[in-house]
């Protein structure tokens, strides 16, 4: 670890959560940390609404192979300032007088670039993932569940306007019932534009949509949306990130912003390893 070296780049995945479809370099670890301020987010299953911050968002990607990323996802630790509680499926143990807090649960993805950008073509990559139940229910902000996720990635070049585009298929745990599923239809649409060699535009709406009608045996599987609006900027040898966020659903936050770093580190010469 005392020997990695920075890798300059500047196609970094922060702040946005739609993909693009190409991938880390191989031998490359690209690590992001953020900061996020979500006003009014809703929690169904456990009926708490307030303002959620959370602190020490990872996103850590490695190119494994000219076509294969590994990425895990997760936040630290979650705190939530309660403004409303009604009663629900679960009874949540704040831990102070109207405030709670809990470690995010993490997810692992597979990402496979099949294939690259071409003058015609788009770019296309699929990710397959799997999110680990970290989390702890009775604090009333996660689910404790475990799904499934497969999302199809185009990404395509207009002259200097980056075009990305995520579409897919969540298989969400129900909580509240047994033997008991939401399939959802993922989303992302994106786009990133250079204002200056060291300043990028990004913006994009995101999300997924149920499709079944939310009874109480599906509660914790809402449709979600957020769309965000925002600027990457390179300085002293880190990508830094800001973006505002609007939510686009009933149960998604009102409002918010995230705040966040990336950095490339090379962790092995690919070209060395031998078959």
């Given at each position: ?106 997810a692992a993805f597979v990402k496979v670039r099949f294939l690259g950008e071409g003058k015609r073509r788009p770019g296309v990559a699929v990710r397959f993932g799997y999110l680990l139940p970290t989390s702890d229910q009775s604090r009333g902000i996660g689910s404790n569940t475990q799904d499934i996720f497969v999302d199809i990635i185009l990404q395509k070049h ?118």
């Amino acid at each position: 670890m005392l020997c990695f070296l920075p890798v300059p780049s500047f196609a970094q995945q922060r702040p946005l959560r739609t993909e693009g479809a190409d991938t880390v370099p191989a031998g490359t670890m690209r690590v992001m940390v953020g900061f996020d301020f979500l006003q009014d987010s809703d929690f169904p299953l456990s009926g708490l609404s307030g303002d959620l911050t959370s602190v020490g968002v990872l996103d850590v990607r490695t190119g494994v192979g000219k076509m294969v990323e590994l990425q895990m996802q997760g936040t630290v630790q979650h705190f939530l300032d309660v403004k409303r509680q009604v009663g629900s499926f679960v009874t949540p143990t704040l831990t102070g007088s109207a405030s709670t807090h809990d470690v995010g649960d993490f997810a692992a993805f597979v990402k496979v670039r099949f294939l690259g950008e071409g003058k015609r073509r788009p770019g296309v990559a699929v990710r397959f993932g799997y999110l680990l139940p970290t989390s702890d229910q009775s604090r009333g902000i996660g689910s404790n569940t475990q799904d499934i996720f497969v999302d199809i990635i185009l990404q395509k070049h207009f002259a200097k306007l980056l075009l990305m585009g995520n579409v897919g298929i969540g298989i969400l745990q129900a909580p509240a019932a047994l033997f008991t599923q939401n399939d959802v239809l993922r989303y992302g649409a994106a786009f990133s534009y250079p204002v200056h060699r060291r300043v990028n535009i990004v913006g994009e709406v995101a999300g997924f949509q149920s499709t079944r009608t939310i009874t109480s045996g599906l509660l914790g599987t809402e449709s979600r949306g957020e769309a965000r609006l925002g600027m990457q900027v390179q300085a002293a040898g880190f990508l830094w990130d800001v973006a505002g966020i609007a939510g686009l659903t009933r149960n998604s936050p009102r409002t918010g912003f995230t705040f966040g770093v990336s950095k490339d580190l090379r962790i092995f010469d690919y070209s060395s390893v031998k078959p």
